[in-house]
Every structure is written in structure tokens, then in C-alpha cells.
């Protein structure tokens, strides 16, 4: 049986939701990672420094005792956001980053920008202050085919962006392609992504297999089979510029499974173990500290965590569903099934 010990991970990219829903995801993350990045699209979305630090102090009083976690919170861009606002809220230790969400690019992001146009000033003000844009990168325009969203965004927006603002700092969210990870590389060391469990594991079949899957179900969409091979060389290549972010989002079991579901996989419980089987299978174990745990915190000019953990590959049964108060029930990923991988306890490292 393998056996990995680390530095405590951070998660780079999670979905934490509010209200009851908070209540029932934050310990799956707060158990697994020191720190995580949290996406603010709300509803109605957290666009001041005000709401965030509201916010902020909503999600740690659904820690469990005992466990310490720091949740780094974004601000939500919008065709309005007051660039004073973003940057005494970074200066005040409020917002770690700000979130660019396209126009209906995915779930609730109509408040999202119309265009990069339109918030220049706001950008050129982040390149000024060192606050990092990260982006959900897919073009919306109908035309494009939903397959081709990512890879159009990066040639179309991103590009002409990072070269317009040579100072600005970017994370490109749950790169889905190989265009995506080649922009990444190409302006590493101030371009980072993120990668999910789901996009190194699954190609774009996982939403057919036998019928329609809506558990495997997110935006960006499960791509080609060339585009997870060239994911899973990224993640597991010793790279500084990618690292771990879940984008775990969370919605209701009768809200997936319905006649407009809604997008999102919901991978918390069993985020870690995916990682880890992913690495496992590379034999790239040796790369996993750097992916999970140092990479992220570097490119954020943060300390990584000092805390060690250790994991071993003995499968875990993980439950068929999670209750959410009276609201209804959440699929995670690996649901009915074992995860692969499962952290030693206290007692036995
Ligand atoms: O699948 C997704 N779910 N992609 C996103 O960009 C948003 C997220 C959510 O909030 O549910
Ligand atoms: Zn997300």
C-alpha cells in the first residue's frame, strides 16, 4: 500500500454557496485544506470589500471546531466594480484576488462583465496594486461551440490582455485544454492555472456513459481525451504554474437531475483522493507536494502550510448522498463508490 506525507494542500478554486448549503460543505473542505479561494457568485453576487468580509465570517462559523482554516475571499467583477473599492479591500487583507465571470458564462454570472473593455480602468488598477485576475475563460458568443469556449477565450481575450497589461497577474480557472495549459506556460511566472479532479480523470464521454450524466455535468465542459492527457502532463510535470483548485460546486441532487441542470461537480469529500489517484497513476507522486501544496500558495506570494498529512491508497466507501438541512441532498463525486485514496489517521502515522 503507497503512503504519501505532504505539506498540508490548499484549494485554489471552491464554491462554498451560503445559508444551509454553507453550513453542510465548508468542514469537507475546511478537514482537507489550510487555506482555499472562495468564488463569491452569489445571489446576488459579492462585489464590495463589505459583503466579502461579511461573507468571510459566515464561512468560519461552519469550521468545526478544532480545525483551522482560512478562507481567502474575490471579488466579484462587474461592468460597475469601483477599482477604489478592490483596492483598499486587497490593501485591507479582504480580497486576496477578483474574479473575472464572463456574461452568463456559467451559474449565476449575469452580473458577470460584458466585456474587458469595459473594466480596463478596474484591470489596469489590479497590473498597479499586484491583485491577481482570475478568469473563467470561455468566450459566451452563441456561435461558438461550447467545446471550442476555452481555447477561443484564451486566443481572443486573454492573449491581447496579458500583452496590454504587461503587469497583470493571472490565474486561468479550471483549464479544461491543451490551448489553455500552452497560454499558461508560455507566461509562467505570472500566469498560473488551476485544474480540477474531474478534468484529469474523465474525458467528455463521463457525460454519456450509458445516458446522460448529470453529475459530470460543469462549465468549462468535460473535454477530449487529447485535452485530459495533456491536463494530466501539466498537473503531474513538477510545473510551478499549475495548481490544485477543485472548483468543487455544490448544488442540490434535484437541481442536477432536472430538465435544465445545473453545472457544477461537487467534489469536497473526496477531492484529495482524486488528486492523489490521478498521481498515483502517472507515477508522479513525487510531483503531488508541489501541485497540492506549493505551487498555489507561491504563485500568491504566501507562506505554503508547515502542518504535515499523510495519505494512503486504502479505498473509502463514500456515501450516496449528503443531506443539506431540510433543502434536499448533494452527489459528490465518487458517490457510491470507493475513493481510491484516504488519510492516515493520528493515530497510526
Ligand atoms: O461548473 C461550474 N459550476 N462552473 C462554474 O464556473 C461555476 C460553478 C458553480 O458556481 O456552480
Ligand atoms: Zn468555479
Known amino acids: 500500500m503507497r503512503r504519501l506525507t505532504f505539506r498540508r494542500p490548499d484549494d485554489w478554486h471552491v464554491h462554498f454557496r451560503d445559508g444551509a448549503m454553507m453550513k453542510a460543505v465548508v468542514p469537507y473542505t475546511a478537514r482537507a485544506f489550510g487555506r482555499a479561494i472562495v468564488m463569491l457568485n452569489l445571489t446576488p453576487p459579492v462585489t464590495t470589500a463589505a459583503l466579502a468580509e461579511a461573507y468571510r465570517a459566515r464561512i468560519l462559523s461552519c469550521v468545526p471546531e478544532g480545525v483551522s482554516f482560512t478562507p481567502l475571499m474575490t471579488c466579484y ?6 477599482a477604489r473599492d478592490l483596492v483598499a479591500g486587497h490593501k485591507a ?8 465571470y464572463p456574461a452568463h458564462a456559467t451559474t449565476n454570472s449575469a452580473h458577470g462583465v460584458t ?46 490582455l496579458l500583452a496590454r497589461l504587461p503587469g497583470l497577474r493571472v490565474v486561468m480557472e479550471h483549464i479544461t485544454t491543451e490551448e489553455g495549459a500552452a497560454l499558461v506556460r508560455a507566461h509562467a511566472g505570472r500566469m498560473g492555472a488551476t485544474i480540477t479532479p474531474q478534468h484529469l480523470l474523465y474525458n467528455r464521454n463521463a457525460l454519456f456513459q450509458g445516458g446522460l450524466r448529470p453529475h459530470m455535468y460543469c462549465l468549462p465542459v468535460l473535454k477530449r481525451e487529447q485535452h485530459r492527457l495533456a491536463l494530466r502532463k501539466a498537473a503531474t510535470g513538477g510545473e510551478t504554474c499549475f495548481f490544485l483548485g477543485t472548483d ?66 486504502r479505498p473509502a466507501r463514500i456515501a450516496e448522498e449528503i443531506e443539506v438541512g431540510e433543502a434536499g441532498r448533494l452527489v459528490s463525486l465518487f458517490s457510491g463508490e470507493a475513493a481510491p485514496w484516504s488519510e492516515v489517521s493520528e493515530k497510526r502515522t
Open 248 to 313: 468543487t460546486a455544490p448544488h442540490l441532487r434535484h437541481l442536477k437531475e432536472a430538465d435544465c441542470g445545473c453545472a457544477g461537480v461537487f467534489s469536497a469529500p473526496v477531492a484529495l483522493a482524486a488528486y492523489l489517484q490521478v498521481f498515483a497513476e502517472e507515477n508522479q507522486l513525487d510531483a503531488f507536494e508541489g501541485f497540492a501544496s506549493l505551487n498555489g500558495p507561491a504563485f500568491y506570494g504566501l507562506a505554503p502550510n508547515e502542518e504535515r498529512v499523510a495519505y494512503e491508497e
Open 77 to 82: 467583477l462587474t461592468d460597475h466594480t469601483d
Open 115 to 160: 466585456s474587458v473593455e469595459t473594466i480596463m480602468p478596474v484591470l489596469e488598477a489590479m497590473a498597479e496594486n499586484g491583485i491577481p485576475l482570475l478568469t473563467h475563460g470561455e468566450v459566451t458568443r452563441p456561435e461558438v461551440d461550447i467545446f471550442d469556449r476555452e481555447a477561443r477565450f484564451a486566443e481572443e481575450v486573454l492573449a491581447p
Open 93 to 100: 487583507g479582504i480580497f486576496t484576488a477578483a474574479k473575472l
